[in-house]
């Protein structure tokens, strides 16, 4: 009995323990191998002045290069009505973020010989066949047909000239009724000849994988990616418990003085967390009740299981001995597809994510990959520099925050 009795204090002893460092988030057990904090100096000096300047709520900020963790801390706040810290483990919608795991999903496909990024959309998704152009930039013109029909490398880099789906009204029901919705209408200019960044095309892309693959897209994504990596805490459909570590969204006031959580006062609805509702509003709530997953921008997450896709995608497609991309496969996705049709004087796109074409002070490097999402989140892969770069908010996008990051993570590094 003494045996006994001594054995189990420990035991109970380190379960109070973990259960205490999982609340306070001192801890982050999530993802395919436990996170420890790592406390920077540097990154809160960094990230301080966008709190006080009202700028910022709060976030996490992750460093890491392909075997270590540099930086793994937090600034401000997860919620300011009652100045509840930022902790590790808070949770973050993604949004198009996404885009870049479609990415991948799609160069698995090539890899298996199941499509190519020149093949047409027409191939797979018979509806966009006799697709029209639309005449002139207010239709004064009539519909003529493309020079091309547009292309999985096109959809894939906002360049296909597919309806804005913003002007929709989207079902949010399934890939399959949204990509038909698309296939209705004219395209807005000739496939490949001008940016235009549009949900709608990566959602068509998510469809295409439905196809190809025989399962729906949610499940190529947890069986192909999420579950090999051990991205346990990586859904479409966050759980209650999950939804009660969301880190409040933030809304400026028009003259960008004050800082405040947004308020969102949408009726509960059954079968939906209460948080999920409190948290993001009747547009997501939607998207959840009718358990769609969007290919454009669905994915929830903690930023410690972020981690494994990055370091994998910072290998070049290999994590822990197994290969997800081929060398080539990765190669093309992470190389401007846009031509001259690029989004900015330093960012093209590739497949499902930014390339940096031209890099400068607090900026990634040329070649280094990544993407934003609409709350303000963002990863970016450095290979140059052989470093990753998370930083999750739930606020608005920021350059100047981004910068920092980078700035301060470079010198964690001891990099230029």
């Given at each position: 009995?003494?045996?006994?009795?001594?054995?189990?204090?420990?035991?109970?002893?380190?379960?109070?323990?973990?259960?205490?460092?999982?609340?306070?988030?001192?801890?982050?057990?999530?993802?395919?191998?436990?996170?420890?904090?790592?406390?920077?100096?540097?990154?809160?000096?960094?990230?301080?002045?966008?709190?006080?300047?009202?700028?910022l709520g709060g976030a996490v900020a992750l460093v890491a290069t392909p075997d270590k963790v540099l930086a793994f801390d937090t600034v401000g706040y997860c919620q300011l009505s009652n100045h509840a810290p930022m902790r590790l483990d808070n949770y973050f919608w993604l949004a198009s973020m996404t885009k870049t795991f479609t990415g991948v999903a799609i160069m698995m496909l090539v890899d298996e010989g199941k499509l190519t990024l020149d093949d047409p959309v027409e191939k797979f998704i018979p509806e966009f066949k006799g697709q029209m152009v639309m005449g002139g930039t207010n239709g004064e013109t009539p519909p003529h047909p493309p020079s091309h029909p547009m292309t999985i490398r096109e959809i894939m880099s906002h360049t296909s000239g597919i309806a804005d789906c913003k002007s929709l009204k989207i079902t949010a029901s399934s890939l399959k009724e949204d990509a038909d919705q698309y296939a209705k209408l004219p395209l807005l200019f000739e496939p490949g000849s001008k940016f235009m960044y549009n949900n709608a095309g990566i959602d068509t892309a998510g469809r295409i994988i439905e196809i190809l693959s025989g399962m729906s897209y949610a499940d190529f994504l947890k069986s192909r990616i999420l579950d090999p990596l051990g991205m346990t805490d990586t859904t479409f459909w966050p759980s209650e418990a999950q939804a009660q570590r969301f880190a409040k969204v933030t809304k400026r006031n028009k003259e960008?003085?004050?800082?405040?959580?947004?308020?969102?006062?949408?009726?509960?609805?059954?079968?939906?967390?209460?948080?999920?509702?409190?948290?993001?509003?009747?547009?997501?709530v939607k998207v959840?009740?009718?358990?769609?997953?969007?290919?454009?921008?669905?994915?929830?997450?903690?930023t410690a299981d972020l981690l494994p896709f990055c370091r994998m995608l910072l290998g070049g497609g290999m994590y822990q001995g197994k290969r997800y991309l081929s060398e080539k496969a990765f190669k093309e996705f992470s190389s401007p597809q846009n031509g001259k049709a690029v989004k900015s004087a330093t960012e093209a796109y590739g497949v499902g994510c930014y390339v940096e074409i031209k890099s400068g002070p607090g900026l990634p490097s040329v070649g280094a990959f990544g993407h934003r999402g609409a709350l303000g989140t963002v990863f970016w892969m450095d290979p140059a520099r052989k470093l990753i770069f998370i930083l999750m908010l739930q606020g608005e996008q920021n350059d100047a925050i981004y910068t920092a990051l980078i700035k301060a993570g470079c010198q964690i590094a001891g990099v230029e």
């Amino acid at each position: 009995m003494k045996r006994i009795t001594v054995f189990s204090r420990p035991l109970a002893i380190l379960s109070v323990l973990i259960s205490f460092l999982q609340l306070t988030g001192l801890s982050s057990t999530f993802g395919a191998a436990p996170l420890t904090p790592v406390p920077s100096a540097v990154i809160k000096a960094a990230l301080q002045p966008f709190i006080d300047q009202k700028a910022l709520g709060g976030a996490v900020a992750l460093v890491a290069t392909p075997d270590k963790v540099l930086a793994f801390d937090t600034v401000g706040y997860c919620q300011l009505s009652n100045h509840a810290p930022m902790r590790l483990d808070n949770y973050f919608w993604l949004a198009s973020m996404t885009k870049t795991f479609t990415g991948v999903a799609i160069m698995m496909l090539v890899d298996e010989g199941k499509l190519t990024l020149d093949d047409p959309v027409e191939k797979f998704i018979p509806e966009f066949k006799g697709q029209m152009v639309m005449g002139g930039t207010n239709g004064e013109t009539p519909p003529h047909p493309p020079s091309h029909p547009m292309t999985i490398r096109e959809i894939m880099s906002h360049t296909s000239g597919i309806a804005d789906c913003k002007s929709l009204k989207i079902t949010a029901s399934s890939l399959k009724e949204d990509a038909d919705q698309y296939a209705k209408l004219p395209l807005l200019f000739e496939p490949g000849s001008k940016f235009m960044y549009n949900n709608a095309g990566i959602d068509t892309a998510g469809r295409i994988i439905e196809i190809l693959s025989g399962m729906s897209y949610a499940d190529f994504l947890k069986s192909r990616i999420l579950d090999p990596l051990g991205m346990t805490d990586t859904t479409f459909w966050p759980s209650e418990a999950q939804a009660q570590r969301f880190a409040k969204v933030t809304k400026r006031n028009k003259e960008k003085t004050e800082i405040a959580d947004r308020v969102v006062t949408d009726p509960l609805q059954p079968g939906v967390p209460d948080d999920m509702v409190h948290q993001m509003g009747w547009g997501q709530v939607k998207v959840y009740r009718n358990h769609y997953a969007m290919a454009a921008g669905g994915l929830y997450t903690s930023t410690a299981d972020l981690l494994p896709f990055c370091r994998m995608l910072l290998g070049g497609g290999m994590y822990q001995g197994k290969r997800y991309l081929s060398e080539k496969a990765f190669k093309e996705f992470s190389s401007p597809q846009n031509g001259k049709a690029v989004k900015s004087a330093t960012e093209a796109y590739g497949v499902g994510c930014y390339v940096e074409i031209k890099s400068g002070p607090g900026l990634p490097s040329v070649g280094a990959f990544g993407h934003r999402g609409a709350l303000g989140t963002v990863f970016w892969m450095d290979p140059a520099r052989k470093l990753i770069f998370i930083l999750m908010l739930q606020g608005e996008q920021n350059d100047a925050i981004y910068t920092a990051l980078i700035k301060a993570g470079c010198q964690i590094a001891g990099v230029e």
